[in-house]
Structures are given as C-alpha cells and as structure tokens.
C-alpha cells in the first residue's frame, strides 16, 4: 500500500509538533543545575515515564517484535528480572545518590574511593554509552529507509538534528517533558497497531492464539536449566536483575533522571512504577511480533532481517492514517532515547571531567561547554550510525550485549562502594580490570549468552577488588 500524503503530513506534524514544545523548556535553565537535573522540581510520575522511554529505543519497538516473531514470550522472563532489579536499586543504591548534592552516579565513586576511580567509571561510561546509542541511533534509518524510501544516512541526520535543537536548548528538562509526551505517542500507536492487526488476521484473536499456541509462540516461561539459553527462567530472572541493577542503578542515563525528583521518595516511586510499566510495554511488543507471525507465516528471511517485519508491515498493510501515526510514534520513540543520551553523555563530560578539573571556571562558560559536549556527541553517535549500517541480526541484542560488556565492572565497584568498607580505590580498579576483561571475554570468545554477562563481571569485579584491597592497602 505505502504512505500517503495523509501519512507523510502526520509523520511531519510530529517532528515538527515535538520540536518546537522541546524548545518551550530553552529559558528554564541559568545554571549546570537547571541544565542537567531540571531543578530537581520533576515530579515522579514525568520520571517515571521519562525512565521508560530512556530505556525504550526504535530497538525495541522494531527488534523486539521480530524477536517474538522468531521464537516466543519467553524474552518476559527479563523483563521480570528488571522489575526484581528496580527494587534491589531502590533499597541498595538510591539511599546513597541522595546523601549529598549529587550531579552524575560516579561522584558517589569519589566520594567513597577518590578521584582515579571516578575517572575511570565514569570514561567507561562514555565510551560503552556512545557505542551503544549509536547502534540504537541506527535503528531508526530501518524505519525512515523503509517508510519514506529516503537514504539511510540522510534519516539518521533528520532525527539526529531534530533531537539536538531542543536538547541543545531546553536541557533535562526538555528531554523529560517531551519523553511524557512521546511515551503516550509511541505506546497508543502500538495498541492501534495491535487492534489493527487483530482484524486484519482472519478469525481474529481466536485464530491467532490456536495458531500461536500449537506452534508453542506463547511460551513465556522456559525452566530448562542450561546455561547456553539466553531467555530461560534463570538466565532471564538472575541476569535481568543484575542487567537492570546495573544500567538503572550505575549508567547516567537513568541515574540523572532519579536524581531530578524532589525527594528519595519519589525517586523510589518514580522507579518502582516505570517497573510496571515496562512488563507492560515489552507484553505489547512481543504480543504484536507473535500476531505478525499468525498473518504473515513465512520465515522471517524473507524480510531481509527480523527488524524489517514490523515497519514493513506498517507502511504496506496499515490503512492511510494508521501508519503514519505507527511511524510517528517510532520516531517518537528513537527521539526520546536520543535526547536522553545527548544529555546524560554531556552531564557527565562535563561534570565528571571538565568541572572537576576547572574548578574556578563560571557558571557562564560551564553553561556554553555543555552545549558544546551536547553537539559534539550528536555528531559522533551519528558518525557511530552511520558505521553500524551494515550490522546484521538483531539489533536490539546487539545494543545489549555492548552495554552488557561494561555493566558488570561498575555494578561490581558500585557493589564494593556501599557494601564494604574494606575495598579502597586501587583494590576496586584492579577488580574493575578483571571484571571488565572477563565480559569482553565472554562477548568475542564463547557462545555464553549476554543474559549472564553482567552477573559474571560483577561477581568478578567484587570478588577480585575485594581481594585485591585486602592485599594492596592504600
């Protein structure tokens, strides 16, 4: 069928729409503080939303249903495992963010362990962050290359600076005001997704679940306990913990967003309710590739790659109106992610390196040098986009096995920080080195699946700084 000019006005609308509510927020910020955590004056429930969108990118919203489309449910089983986490972050970690006026998670590292371990997390950071948006980032040239028939390169520059303009401008606070609004975008054009969907199968839900259900698509739990299956009850519960402990409880990204609330409590709030909401959404997801599989009933090759399904789908089966607004709300979701990581990219540059290196530097020339940090991140993720154009698989494992590399070293020194007082700071890096090699280990060298990756250099991490304080005091 294709989009029509219906379609392409809605598509328009939105980027234009988002923009400019994204740039209502450039005047509320006279300060680092302002900037990068909103003047702690966000409520929990815009956290809470925001966080979900952070952690929701076009991976998702495309990969994930060609992942239910290839196997089943039973992808669930980590997302219950990120629930599980969000508690151990609240009781373990939050406690800790709010002793203090806190900017970005590793000056906690300072404060417990002194400056070299601070630098050395949080340039961790920076590098696995960066790496890993750009794979997100090129998600979206799938969707645009396959809505508009645009080059792949030229979607990812739209996107790229679209989202810049109001990050650029409006800081946190217009990176979490317009997460609220792209989050009910991208989640109500899924629903209108699946009712349509839902009629255009025949038989509708009836014959969907018979078809799913005889060739075992609705499969949500899978208690086999072998350690090579990435999606078993243990590797989806266990790893999901410690995934989540780590990327919510240790990455900037969504640290920066905890620390914006008005008090712990509402942080802990902010952060328990986005759990619920994300058991909900990736349901959604995945319910919508195993009814894709029910209408289409060809092997997912015949796509291309599984990512292609879904927009595919959209732009060719979709009635005028309906897909336009499925692509709008992609779009949504792809702009939402990247904003957050522009920001939390910069927080950290500048607050972790710049600030505590320059000292006496004003107000005023911190303020010019984030939004230069700001637009030169957007360049290298785009520059990142552009490379990762012809990865192929999944693109949403791919974005978490390369944030799995880098988890499980700083979960394991943030572990070593609040639960011990004998670690110090040379010991904690030597375990940080261990850690960190063993995950790179695992990713080029076994077939060991991701889902345990952060559990492994985590206990490694601990294990060995642990050791290494008792041997190498400071």
Do not use: C
């Given at each position: 069928m294709g989009l029509g000019k219906l379609d392409l006005a809605i598509i328009a609308l939105y980027l234009v729409g988002i923009t400019l509510f994204g740039l209502r927020f450039r005047k509320r910020h006279r300060s680092l503080r302002d900037y990068f955590l909103a003047g702690r004056d966000i409520p929990w429930w815009a956290i809470a939303l925001s966080i979900v969108a952070a952690e929701t990118s076009t991976l998702t919203i495309i990969s994930i249903p060609g992942l239910a489309y290839d196997t089943n449910l039973t992808f669930l089983q980590v997302v219950m495992g990120y629930v599980v986490g969000r508690f151990v972050i609240s009781f373990v970690l939050l406690p800790h963010y709010f002793r203090g006026d806190l900017y970005t998670a590793y000056e906690l590292i300072e404060r417990r362990f002194g400056r070299g371990l601070r630098s050395l997390t949080a340039g961790?950071?920076?590098?696995?962050?960066?790496?890993?948006?750009?794979?997100?980032?090129?998600?979206?040239?799938?969707?645009?290359?396959?809505?508009?028939?645009?080059?792949?390169?030229?979607?990812?520059?739209?996107?790229?600076?679209?989202?810049?303009?109001?990050?650029?401008?409006?800081?946190?606070?217009?990176?979490?005001?317009?997460?609220?609004?792209?989050?009910?975008?991208?989640?109500?054009?899924t629903l209108v997704g699946l009712w349509t969907i839902l009629h255009l199968v025949p038989g509708g839900w009836s014959a969907i679940h018979a078809a799913a259900a005889s060739a075992g698509k609705l499969q949500v739990f899978d208690f086999t306990p072998n350690l090579w299956i990435p999606y078993t009850f243990w590797a989806g519960v266990i790893g999901g913990t410690f995934f989540i402990t780590a990327s919510h409880g240790t990455d900037q990204l969504i640290v920066q967003r905890l620390l914006a609330a008005r008090s712990r409590k509402q942080s802990v709030t902010a952060l328990l309710s986005s759990g619920i909401a994300i058991l909900f959404q990736f349901a959604?997801?995945?319910?919508?590739?195993?009814?894709?599989?029910?209408?289409?009933?060809?092997?997912?090759?015949?796509?291309?790659?599984?990512?292609?399904?879904?927009?595919?789908?959209?732009?060719?089966?979709?009635?005028?109106?309906i897909s336009g607004l499925l692509i709008a709300a992609i779009l949504a979701a792809a702009m939402s992610n990247l904003s957050a990581a522009l920001n939390s990219l910069s927080s950290s540059a500048i607050m972790d390196f710049y600030v505590r290196l320059r000292p006496q530097a004003g107000e005023q020339k911190r303020m010019r040098l984030s939004r230069l940090a700001t637009f030169s991140f957007a360049i290298v993720l785009f520059s990142l986009a552009v490379f990762s154009l012809h990865k192929a698989g999944r693109v949403v494992e791919v974005g978490l096995q390369i944030a799995s590399v880098a988890y499980g070293a700083l979960l394991g020194v943030f572990l070593l920080g609040v639960l011990t007082k004998r670690a110090n700071q040379r010991g904690a890096m030597v375990g940080m080195l261990f850690g960190f090699s063993m995950d790179l280990y695992l990713w080029h060298w076994t077939h060991v699946p991701w889902t345990w990756w952060v559990m492994i250099g985590t206990i490694v991490t601990f294990g060995v700084g642990y050791a290494a304080s008792s041997v190498t005091p400071e």
């Amino acid at each position: 069928m294709g989009l029509g000019k219906l379609d392409l006005a809605i598509i328009a609308l939105y980027l234009v729409g988002i923009t400019l509510f994204g740039l209502r927020f450039r005047k509320r910020h006279r300060s680092l503080r302002d900037y990068f955590l909103a003047g702690r004056d966000i409520p929990w429930w815009a956290i809470a939303l925001s966080i979900v969108a952070a952690e929701t990118s076009t991976l998702t919203i495309i990969s994930i249903p060609g992942l239910a489309y290839d196997t089943n449910l039973t992808f669930l089983q980590v997302v219950m495992g990120y629930v599980v986490g969000r508690f151990v972050i609240s009781f373990v970690l939050l406690p800790h963010y709010f002793r203090g006026d806190l900017y970005t998670a590793y000056e906690l590292i300072e404060r417990r362990f002194g400056r070299g371990l601070r630098s050395l997390t949080a340039g961790l950071f920076l590098l696995t962050r960066t790496a890993a948006e750009g794979v997100r980032v090129y998600a979206v040239s799938i969707v645009v290359a396959i809505a508009l028939g645009t080059g792949e390169v030229s979607s990812i520059a739209i996107i790229t600076i679209l989202t810049l303009i109001y990050t650029f401008e409006g800081g946190l606070a217009a990176v979490i005001w317009t997460d609220v609004v792209q989050t009910v975008i991208y989640v109500s054009g899924t629903l209108v997704g699946l009712w349509t969907i839902l009629h255009l199968v025949p038989g509708g839900w009836s014959a969907i679940h018979a078809a799913a259900a005889s060739a075992g698509k609705l499969q949500v739990f899978d208690f086999t306990p072998n350690l090579w299956i990435p999606y078993t009850f243990w590797a989806g519960v266990i790893g999901g913990t410690f995934f989540i402990t780590a990327s919510h409880g240790t990455d900037q990204l969504i640290v920066q967003r905890l620390l914006a609330a008005r008090s712990r409590k509402q942080s802990v709030t902010a952060l328990l309710s986005s759990g619920i909401a994300i058991l909900f959404q990736f349901a959604l997801f995945l319910m919508v590739g195993v009814m894709l599989w029910a209408y289409y009933r060809v092997p997912s090759a015949a796509f291309g790659k599984p990512d292609r399904i879904y927009p595919t789908f959209i732009v060719k089966q979709m009635p005028h109106g309906i897909s336009g607004l499925l692509i709008a709300a992609i779009l949504a979701a792809a702009m939402s992610n990247l904003s957050a990581a522009l920001n939390s990219l910069s927080s950290s540059a500048i607050m972790d390196f710049y600030v505590r290196l320059r000292p006496q530097a004003g107000e005023q020339k911190r303020m010019r040098l984030s939004r230069l940090a700001t637009f030169s991140f957007a360049i290298v993720l785009f520059s990142l986009a552009v490379f990762s154009l012809h990865k192929a698989g999944r693109v949403v494992e791919v974005g978490l096995q390369i944030a799995s590399v880098a988890y499980g070293a700083l979960l394991g020194v943030f572990l070593l920080g609040v639960l011990t007082k004998r670690a110090n700071q040379r010991g904690a890096m030597v375990g940080m080195l261990f850690g960190f090699s063993m995950d790179l280990y695992l990713w080029h060298w076994t077939h060991v699946p991701w889902t345990w990756w952060v559990m492994i250099g985590t206990i490694v991490t601990f294990g060995v700084g642990y050791a290494a304080s008792s041997v190498t005091p400071e």
